[in-house]
């Protein structure tokens, strides 16, 4: 995800807490951890690139606005949800001209999540790390479902602090979470067509790069090099590979190096280090381990039987 720059941070926009988020919008915060935050009370302001000190969970009700978040652009339409966690950076083009924030945004700081479950299973919610143009569309009795969380959300935050309040309130977003977690898996599924247009670039671009001279020069396929060579963020392309294969990427990309490698070595007149070394393995005992592993023989051995 996006992280600063130096040279970036004059441009850069700090926001640490939930306090300063709810004070720059015209929310009154009514719980140092967390906020509600409609943001259609803040001032009509410029656009410009803000730094997250927390979790924010954005849902725009109108369109509303280019949003820049890396190096992508992203159309807010209505019922989009976008994920930002903590350290995090998103901007909006600067084009000199004002905009009216719309929509609502749940906005919570990770010590609110100590000694919870959901602070212990923060790290599993992909989502966000998603980049922005991989945000989740809702239709709308899911977004129906999610205004819901919010209400609950709210009512907590307003009947005033009590010994329930954190559970309850942990427990809500928690139950957001996971609804988002389901409509993104619907998501994945009504997107298939395009999903498997990725799985096709992905296998295209795993015969390219083994055709090429790239693993003697770089070595071994990454996720990461993969899913940035197709403009994805790592969680979001691990998620659609698993999705659509079963398999996780890094073991899609397993299985291709061990396809490669079978007909290799056939190749009689290239030793199996030359092999392992043309395939992008530092060592050429790895190879042979990993060979072994999922072939279940030697290469040499595999050489000799067939």
């Known amino acids: 995800m996006n992280k600063i720059n130096t040279e970036d941070m004059e441009n850069v926009l700090m926001i640490d807490t939930v306090g300063q988020y709810s004070a720059l919008n015209n929310n009154?915060?009514?719980?140092?951890?967390?906020?509600?935050?409609?943001?259609?009370?803040?001032d009509p302001?410029?656009?410009?690139?803000?730094?997250?000190?927390?979790y924010a969970v954005f849902l725009k009700e109108i369109k509303c606005g280019d949003l820049h978040y890396g190096c992508n652009y992203y159309d807010y339409e209505e019922g989009t949800m976008v994920f930002v966690g903590p350290g995090q950076v998103i901007g909006v083009e600067n084009n000199g001209e004002m905009y009216q924030p719309k929509?609502?945004?749940?906005?919570?700081h990770p010590d609110l999540l100590k000694g919870s479950s959901l602070g212990r299973q923060i790290a599993s919610y992909n989502f966000f790390s998603y980049?922005?143009?991989?945000?989740?569309?809702?239709?709308?009795?899911?977004?129906?479902?999610?205004?819901?969380?919010?209400?609950?959300?709210?009512?907590?935050?307003?009947?005033g602090i009590d010994?329930?309040?954190?559970?309850?309130?942990?427990?809500?977003?928690?139950?957001?979470?996971?609804?988002?977690?389901?409509f993104y898996d619907r998501q994945f599924i009504t997107r298939e067509n395009a999903n498997k247009g990725v799985l096709q670039k992905f296998e295209e671009l795993l015969n390219g790069y083994f055709s090429?001279?790239?693993?003697?020069?770089?070595?071994?396929?990454?996720?990461?090099?993969?899913?940035?060579?197709?403009?994805?963020?790592?969680?979001?392309f691990g998620d659609l590979i698993?999705?659509?294969?079963?398999?996780?990427?890094?073991?899609?990309?397993q299985l291709k190096i061990m396809d490669t490698a079978k007909e290799m070595v056939f190749d009689r007149s290239k030793s199996v280090s030359e092999i392992a070394y043309q395939l992008g393995y530092k060592y050429p005992q790895h190879f042979t381990r990993s060979f072994k592993q999922h072939v279940g023989c030697t290469p040499n051995e595999y050489r000799n039987l067939n």
């Open 28 to 42: 009154e915060t009514l719980h140092p951890l967390i906020n509600l935050v409609d943001l259609s009370k803040a």
């Open 45 to 54: 302001r410029e656009n410009r690139k803000s730094y997250y000190g927390f």
């Open 103 to 108: 929509g609502k945004a749940l906005v919570f």
């Open 131 to 159: 980049e922005v143009h991989e945000a989740l569309h809702l239709s709308e009795v899911e977004r129906k479902i999610i205004f819901d969380c919010y209400e609950k959300i709210a009512y907590e935050l307003q009947r």
């Open 163 to 182: 010994k329930h309040s954190k559970m309850l309130i942990v427990s809500n977003i928690e139950l957001l979470l996971n609804y988002c977690i389901r």
């Open 212 to 236: 090429s001279d790239k693993p003697a020069l770089i070595g071994l396929p990454s996720v990461a090099y993969c899913a940035d060579q197709l403009n994805l963020s790592a969680n979001y």
């Open 242 to 253: 698993k999705k659509e294969t079963g398999k996780s990427a890094q073991e899609y990309i």
